[in-house]
T-cell receptor, first 117, second 108 residues
Framework: GAVVSQHPSRVICKSGTSVKIECRSLDFQATTMFWYRQFPKQSLMLMATSNEGSKATYEQGVEKDKFLINHASLTLSTLTVTSAHPEDSSFYIC?????????????FGPGTRLTVL | DAKTTQPTSMDCAEGRAANLPCNHSTISGNEYVYWYRQIHSQGPQYIIHGLKNNETNEMASLIITEDRKSSTLILPHATLRDTAVYYCIVKGNTPLVFGKGTRLSVIA
């Protein structure tokens, strides 16, 4: 149980275009979803937290107008990288937690590798 | 959330037990100890978590000291597929915050 999927797994785009990444909880209702990114040889950095039906809370230094997060249902959250630039190239990983246990354990998707040319 | 301290890297022989230590001396009473691992180019995988009692599941055992200031993750029979970065994270009612973890290399 507690499976999280992401789509696409890999995307290459041109500078200036927008890219949407989907995150789905397959076998549980995700009351909260999280988006992280990871640059090469670094640890995961939290970008934002979203609760179903509410606006996302962004971490300091993360531009909300550039990284649009939508959490419209209990099983789906999307991250849109708008007007992507080469410095946005990174490994984007979503995570979800729900009422699977009292501690709301976070489960992670397989990640999406974004390359902006 | 309380911070954790882990060794940068460890080696373990295949088939032997891997014991990964973690210090979390500033842990609060309502914070859990979580362990995740990340195999190269994949999302983190949940391993185990605990509050104060020792825990065991099909993947690993978690031993938490009585004062809760440190813990050890035990992989009883390490295989080559257990080579990964292991993260010990103390978590309350906030999102997981990742440190640098321990890079475990299982050697044949």
């Amino acid at each position: 149980g507690a499976v999280v999927s992401q789509h696409p797994s890999r995307v290459i785009c041109k500078s200036g275009t927008s890219v949407k990444i989907e995150c789905r909880s397959l076998d549980f209702q995700a009351t909260t979803m999280f988006w992280y990114r990871q640059f090469p040889k670094q640890s995961l950095m939290l970008m934002a937290t979203s609760n179903e039906g509410s606006k996302a809370t962004y971490e300091q230094g993360v531009e909300k107008d550039k990284f649009l997060i939508n959490h419209a249902s209990l099983t789906l959250s999307t991250l849109t990288v708008t007007s992507a630039h080469p410095e946005d190239s990174s490994f984007y990983i979503c995570s979800a937690s729900g009422r699977t246990d009292p501690t709301d354990t976070q489960y992670f998707g397989p990640g999406t590798r974004l390359t902006v040319l | 959330d309380a911070k954790t301290t882990q060794p940068t890297s460890m080696d373990c022989a295949e088939g032997r037990a891997a014991n990964l230590p973690c210090n979390h001396s500033t842990i609060s009473g309502n914070e859990y100890v979580y362990w995740y691992r990340q195999i190269h180019s994949q999302g983190p995988q949940y391993i185990i978590h605990g509050l104060k009692n020792n825990e065991t599941n099909e993947m690993a055992s978690l031993i938490i000291t009585e004062d809760r200031k440190s813990s050890t993750l035990i992989l009883p029979h390490a295989t080559l597929r257990d080579t990964a970065v292991y993260y010990c994270i103390v978590k309350g009612n906030t999102p997981l915050v990742f440190g640098k973890g321990t890079r475990l290399s299982v050697i044949a």
